[in-house]
Structures are given as structure tokens and as C-alpha cells.
């Protein structure tokens, strides 16, 4: 059964009900059904376009990142290749201790990570369900959303946060003082240049870092506000760090949004 002979059923079956025919008098009603059709087939491939390409994408991030078995300090060959778009790092963090029992907070690990994919959100049919094909809210936004992943598609580097020892700031009563206090959250770890969905590292420089707890509050009612605030500080702390240390990998390659 070909294209026409469906619209005409399709046709015959709805304007009956309405108590017409499928004559020339029906000829706006079937162009409406068809144009219709051919939105939603054409919005539908590119749904499957944006979502293998973002799936492709993001791929190359989720890979199983290594440092050497003994690493030190060193500084990278030049990568950068003169194209903007394809120098400038993605950023990513990887969970590298040796118990990962306790996950990283999420808001620690997300201030590490730049966020690439978020651009596409606009692009998505807000009633869609998150998954593996999000339907997009228009042709055009289906366009856009392609344009997005080309350019991210561009960089060829990630500059990968490696934490390997994570502390806490946790608040403590020491017996032999007279009040309690914040003790110090600690980060430790290596910021590693890697081609994406390759795991090995090209080069690497040590970051270590610890949050002032000097100024926090020790009221009982802010511990919890207090705490949240440390961590955070800890990780911006941790992020700043590697950015200086990407500096002495001497690359080429540029920061995001740089």
C-alpha cells in the first residue's frame, strides 16, 4: 500500500465521521494530514540524529582513566593545533581513590566537569522523558542541537581531575581546648591531559589543596550550611589548583570558554 492510498483511508475514515466525502473539497484537509506527517517523520529522524551523535559523544568521556603506576610531574608535548574549537579542553573527574566505598559529593565532582551537554537542554521538549532519545521540541531546534554537537564534537583533548585522596571538612571537640572547631577538608590528587576515549594519561601535574576553616561558623544551627559551604570551597579550591597546573603542562590546549 503506497503513501497516497494510507492518506486517503486516513482521509475517507476521519471525514466520514464528519459526514463529507474525500473529493476535491477535502484537498486542504488531506494536505494538513500530510504536512503533518512529514513534520513528525522529519522531527522523529532527527531525534535518532541528535541522539546517536550525543550518544557517540559522550562515549568518549565515560572511559576508565589511568595515570602511570608511578606518576610525577611532566609537561606535555604540544597538542594544540590552531583550530580554537578543537584546542580547548573538556573537563572531567575521575574518582581515583583507592576506596570508593563513600562517593564524592556530586557538587564537588560537578564543580570539576564543565558542562558540554547542558547547552542542549533548551532543544528538548520539556514533557519528553529523560532517556536515550529525548524528543526535541522543533526541526529547528533539532538543527541547532547538531550545530552544538559538531563543535563539541571539534575537541580532541580532556583535562581529567583525578582525586585520589579526599577528606572532609568535619567539625571535632579536641579535650584539651575549650571549644570546638572545623578541621580542615583535604584534596589530593593530579590534573592529566588525555585524548578522548583513550585512557592513558600524556601528561600529569600534582594538585593538593585544603580548605581554611579558619572563619567557619561553630553555631550548631549552621553546621549543616557550614559544611556544604566548606565543600564547596574545597572543590573550587581544587578546580583553581588545576587550572594553575595546566599552565605548567605547557599544551597549548585552552580552558573552556577560554
Not at 532519545?133 to 526541526?139: E, H, N, T, V, Y
Not at 580542615?184 to 594519561?201: C, K, T
Given at each position: ?101 563513600k ?29 536515550a ?7 529547528r ?34 579535650p ?33 589543596v ?30 583553581e ?18
Open positions: 500500500m503506497d503513501r497516497r492510498t494510507t492518506l486517503l483511508g486516513a482521509c475517507a475514515t476521519w471525514l466520514l465521521l464528519i459526514g463529507t466525502g474525500c473529493g476535491e473539497d477535502a484537498a486542504p484537509a488531506l494536505a494538513a494530514v500530510a504536512a503533518s506527517e512529514n513534520h513528525d517523520q522529519e522531527l522523529n529522524q532527527l531525534t535518532e540524529r541528535v541522539a546517536f551523535k550525543r550518544h557517540e559523544l559522550e562515549s568518549r568521556e565515560h572511559v576508565s582513566w589511568e595515570l602511570p603506576d608511578k606518576p610525577r610531574d611532566a609537561s606535555c608535548p604540544q597538542l594544540a593545533r590552531g583550530d580554537s574549537e578543537a584546542d580547548e579542553l573538556v573537563l572531567l573527574a575521575h574518582d581515583g581513590r583507592i576506596d570508593t566505598r562517593l564524592l559529593p556530586l557538587r564537588l565532582t560537578k564543580q570539576l566537569a564543565s558542562s558540554d551537554f547542558e547547552a542542549l537542554e533548551p532543544h528538548y521538549d520539556p514533557h519528553s522523558k529523560a532517556g532519545k529525548r524528543r526535541l521540541r522543533s526541526k531546534d533539532g538543527e541547532l542541537a547538531l550545530e552544538k554537537l559538531t563543535r563539541i564534537g571539534k575537541r580532541h583533548y580532556a583535562a581529567v581531575f583525578h582525586v585520589t585522596h579526599y577528606v572532609e571538612p568535619h567539625f571535632f571537640h579536641d584539651k581546648k575549650r571549644k570546638p572547631e572545623w578541621g580542615p577538608g583535604l584534596m589530593l590528587g593530579w590534573v592529566a591531559i588525555h585524548e578522548l576515549g583513550e585512557p592513558e594519561a600524556l601528561c600529569q601535574w600534582s594538585i593538593d585544603r580548605s581554611d576553616t579558619s572563619d567557619a561558623p561553630l553555631a550548631r544551627r549552621l553546621r549543616e550550611t557550614t559544611r556544604y559551604e566548606l565543600i564547596s570551597d574545597l572543590g573550587k579550591r581544587f578546580r589548583a588545576g587550572m594553575r597546573a595546566l599552565k605548567q603542562l605547557g599544551s597549548g590546549l585552552s580552558e573552556p570558554g577560554k
